[in-house]
T-cell receptor, first 118, second 110 residues
Framework: AQTVTQSQPEMSVQEAETVTLSCTYDTSESDYYLFWYKQPPSRQMILVIRQEAYKQQNATENRFSVNFQKAAKSFSLKISDSQLGDAAMYFCAYRSAMTGGGADGLTFGKGTHLIIQP | NAGVTQTPKFQVLKTGQSMTLQCAQDMNHNSMYWYRQDPGMGLRLIYYSASEGTTDKGEVPNGYNVSRLNKREFSLRLESAAPSQTSVYFC?????????FGSGTRLTVV
């Protein structure tokens, strides 16, 4: 079974600065998807960014970018120019590219609580 | 608005009571999922349905049953609620690699 590890229970950053959230995963598969989700106090799960394992280029979405290191099984999220609205729980998640047998469900890490200091 | 709708948003049950959490999506997705989220944990998969008429167990299925009533609806039933089932429950649907989550149900079992 795949596992996802987020080693930082909480991170704090000054507004307008850059912060990096860490995620590592364990899998024997070669084809999969990785995700970062944001969960604000409203508890809504919001997709931040998605990476396909077969793509070598790191995904970016405006101020959000990832550093995907497939060999190291590492998938970190960088938030540039942090804003107060970025404060939330952030979850890293894994999904196999296979379907069936539960493989297409998401496996989540335990999350990182991001605090933005004004 | 297109998306995943969960009802109710909040519920308090007594130990031993039963209830059904409802989930409906209007995006014509084949796959639907039920997750639970406990404090300090990420979401964990309870059950999923790859298509209408099929359901399978996820990581933490004990104490739950599900029904995929039709393509739109996927319900989660607690037959005899226990305090360990106090959690926030999320329904989700999927098209290819894109998941859409409902807003969650906060369930407290006393």
């Amino acid at each position: 079974a795949q596992t996802v590890t987020q080693s930082q229970p909480e991170m704090s950053v000054q507004e307008a600065e850059t912060v990096t959230l860490s995620c590592t995963y364990d899998t024997s598969e070669s084809d999969y998807y990785l995700f970062w989700y944001k969960q604000p106090p409203s508890r809504q799960m919001i997709l931040v960014i998605r990476q396909e394992a077969y793509k070598q280029q790191n995904a970016t979405e405006n101020r959000f970018s990832v550093n995907f290191q497939k060999a190291a099984k590492s998938f970190s999220l960088k938030i540039s120019d942090s804003q107060l609205g970025d404060a939330a729980m952030y979850f890293c998640a894994y999904r196999s590219a296979m379907t069936g047998g539960g493989a297409d469900g998401l496996t989540f890490g335990k999350g990182t609580h991001l605090i933005i200091q004004p | 608005n297109a998306g995943v709708t969960q009802t109710p948003k909040f519920q308090v049950l007594k130990t031993g009571q039963s209830m059904t959490l409802q989930c409906a999506q209007d995006m014509n997705h084949n796959s639907m999922y039920w997750y639970r989220q406990d404090p300090g944990m990420g979401l964990r998969l309870i059950y999923y349905s790859a298509s209408e008429g099929t359901t399978d167990k996820g990581e933490v299925p004990n104490g739950y049953n599900v029904s995929r009533l039709n393509k739109r609806e996927f319900s989660l039933r607690l037959e005899s609620a226990a305090p360990s089932q106090t959690s926030v429950y999320f329904c989700a649907s999927r098209l290819q690699a894109g998941y859409t989550f409902g807003s969650g149900t906060r369930l407290t079992v006393v």
